[in-house]
């Protein structure tokens, strides 16, 4: 008799587990996945969902999986758009040179071959950054725009001192290195991008004239008083320094940040003036 319930619970429990939705896998979701050639580089995307385009940028060395706990709140109401940079994931760029410039005018292109004249913004991280940079390079293509844990320029006085000293380290230890292995070179490319970069003057801030939601960890790797002196510069910003967080705040918090991400965009009436 053990034997037959042992059988019939092993077959319920497989009968369970095929009743149940497959988990998506973003970043390799063929059913969502597209390539577009974007200056000269076949940039990877998934859409998701119906309504106003929502363009997603994750950070240094990840992709579109990093967003998975949020695309589906999201393709609720919107039109999701996530995207892998330049040499991240699945868009393959074998260039030597990486900046956040040629990321915000790929962004701009890709926005541009889809038809779609404007789209809400989200960054988090370089994605951050990318969401600014594309707000000041390409203003008519951004509605409104989220930017969590980003930074305007690289040095200690931006970045937390203990991930400013690693990263020193990490380049000193092999800026003499000549790499032959394409994706050994590749990263050492997108680890380079945030040694050096992004040089953003604050005043620079002030050409970013649409809605922005400054975003951050009060134990995030950027200085909190970097975040607050962004949302400061910025003529029409909200802030959100988020309790108990570290960088990963869309993902530590996914519940909350989709909620006061997805309020923001629908605020349109009580934002405060330009300043």
Not at 61 to 75: H, L, T, V
Request: one cysteine or more.
């Amino acid at each position: 008799m053990k034997a037959y319930l042992l059988l019939f619970f092993l077959i319920l429990s497989q009968l369970f587990a095929l009743a149940q939705p497959a988990a998506i896998p973003y970043g390799h979701n063929p059913v969502a996945g597209h390539y577009q050639l974007v200056r000269g580089v076949k940039l990877y995307y998934e859409t998701y969902g119906q309504g106003p385009p929502l363009l997603l940028i994750h950070g240094n060395g990840d992709n579109i999986s990093a967003w998975a706990k949020n695309i589906p709140y999201f393709a609720r109401g919107y039109r999701v758009i996530a995207v892998d940079s330049r040499a991240h994931g699945q868009s393959v760029d074998a260039s030597d040179s990486l900046s956040f410039e040629m990321m915000a005018d790929d962004f701009a292109g890709l926005l541009s071959s889809l038809r779609i004249d404007s789209a809400y913004v989200m960054g988090w991280s370089d994605g951050g950054i990318n969401a600014l940079v594309l707000a000041m390079r390409h203003p008519e293509k951004v509605k409104w725009l989220v930017a969590t844990g980003a930074n305007l320029w690289p040095d200690s006085t931006a970045l937390m001192p203990g991930l400013w000293r690693q990263q020193q380290r990490g380049y000193q230890e092999n800026k003499n290195v000549t790499f032959t292995d394409p994706k050994r070179k590749n990263d050492w490319k997108v680890f380079c991008l945030d040694v050096f970069q992004p040089n953003i003057p604050l005043a620079a801030l002030r050409r970013v004239r649409v809605p922005a939601f400054i975003i951050a960890g009060d134990q995030d790797v950027i200085r909190p008083e970097h975040t607050v002196a962004i949302y400061r510069a910025l003529p029409r910003a909200w802030l959100w320094i988020v309790p108990d967080s570290g960088h990963a705040t869309l993902q530590e918090h996914a519940e909350e940040f989709n909620r006061k991400t997805d309020a923001f965009f629908q605020a349109k009436k009580v934002l405060p003036p330009a300043r």
